[in-house]
């Protein structure tokens, strides 16, 4: 077995409304950064892990997400791994 | 005298108030922590309100996980009756017994404070002794109260008649086509955002929501539960 860290991404989809993402592009613009067309909030989480290879270790991390870190109703995750 | 189960999380906080509802309106009502398997041949399960687990990851994103609700998951199937409020519909969301999910508030503050909601189905077990149309005051205190679902599912809860409460005079979290509460197409399971256990008398500010405590008891038949109940051995004698 090998230790690997898992950062997994979790975002609000992206035909919602995300209230949080709103408020601080409104915010930046108060601020005078006025490039900012959109801003949008998620989580970010990292796990670490021991999985026989790569693979594995990501198979195992959709599974997470799909099972409870993400709400497959609301948000889409992605799932990036490396060797630890 | 219908046996209501209140399930205790670690976190719910409107379980005492939830139990008293349902003894007022004449139910034999117990708790039932969340790490127990069986639902000990209970009627009617309630999930109350509160902040299970702290809310952590997404509401109900982790009670959901805890021992009972397979049991609950199993008593639903059956055609078993399930109420949800607030925490308790979002976490029947997250299990999957009811569909879409209940997001952050649109203006993002916790929101406790009365509402209003329209009576929209009377065909469920927990609005059978409501008029149809008729318009609640019911109080609501959370954060993540904003049903989403997409579109298609939207248009089917409306077609099949399972938006079961709407807000009416405003909608104070955004929520889809303004719905309050609904019913899985069994309509055997339910799910509130308002407490209607937070007005049950008078003296509480109100009594629009002894009603629904009392059509409990009342022990109206959904379609689904009748001819399904007794196939399970989890309602003998029913």
Request: hydrophobic residues 45%; contains cysteine; charged residues 20%.
């Given at each position: ?13 992206a ?53 409870l ?12 791994v490396?060797?630890? | ?8 999380f ?59 609700m ?14 949800g409020i ?5 976490i ?17 503050r916790?929101?406790?404070r009365?509402?209003w ?13 409501y ?7 019911l ?21 099949r ?7 009416v005079?405003?909608n ?17 399971v ?37 001819g ?6 989890r309602?003998?004698?029913?």
């Amino acid at each position: 077995m090998r230790a690997f860290r898992v950062e997994v991404r979790v975002m609000p989809r992206a035909t919602l409304l995300d209230p949080q993402g709103r408020a601080v592009e409104h915010a930046l613009h108060a601020l005078g950064f006025g490039e900012v067309t959109a801003v949008r909030i998620g989580k970010h989480l990292i796990l670490d892990v021991t999985a026989p290879s790569k693979d594995d270790a990501a198979a195992r991390a959709r599974a997470m997400c799909d099972r409870l870190l993400a709400n497959p109703v609301t948000e889409d995750y992605s799932v990036l791994v490396e060797a630890a | 005298m219908r046996r209501v189960a209140v399930v205790v999380f670690p976190g719910s906080n409107c379980d005492a108030d939830t139990l008293h509802a349902a003894r007022a309106a004449g139910c034999e009502a117990y708790f039932l922590w969340h790490r127990e398997r069986d639902v000990r041949q209970a009627d009617v399960v309630v999930l109350p309100g509160g902040f299970s687990y702290g809310d952590y990851l997404r509401s109900g994103a982790i009670a959901r996980f805890s021992p009972v609700m397979a049991a609950v998951a199993e008593h639903a199937r059956a055609g078993g009756q399930v109420l949800g409020i607030c925490n308790g519909f979002q976490i029947l969301c997250e299990a999957g017994l009811l569909p879409g999910a209940l997001m952050r508030n649109a203006g993002l503050r916790f929101l406790s404070r009365p509402v209003w909601v329209r009576v929209e189905e009377t065909d469920t077990p927990f609005t059978c002794l409501y008029e149809h149309g008729e318009v609640l005051e019911l109080p609501i205190a959370h954060g993540d109260g904003r049903y989403a679902a997409d579109p298609r599912t939207a248009a089917e809860l409306e077609a099949r008649g399972q938006v079961v409460w709407r807000y009416v005079r405003d909608n104070p979290n955004g929520s889809t086509n303004d719905i309050a509460g609904i019913c899985n197409a069994g309509r055997n399971v339910v799910g509130i955002m308002p407490h209607p256990e937070r007005r049950i008398a008078p003296v509480l500010g109100g009594q629009d929501g002894a009603r629904l405590f009392l059509s409990m008891e009342a022990g109206h038949a959904t379609q689904h539960a009748v001819g399904v109940r007794a196939v399970g051995d989890r309602h003998p004698g029913v």
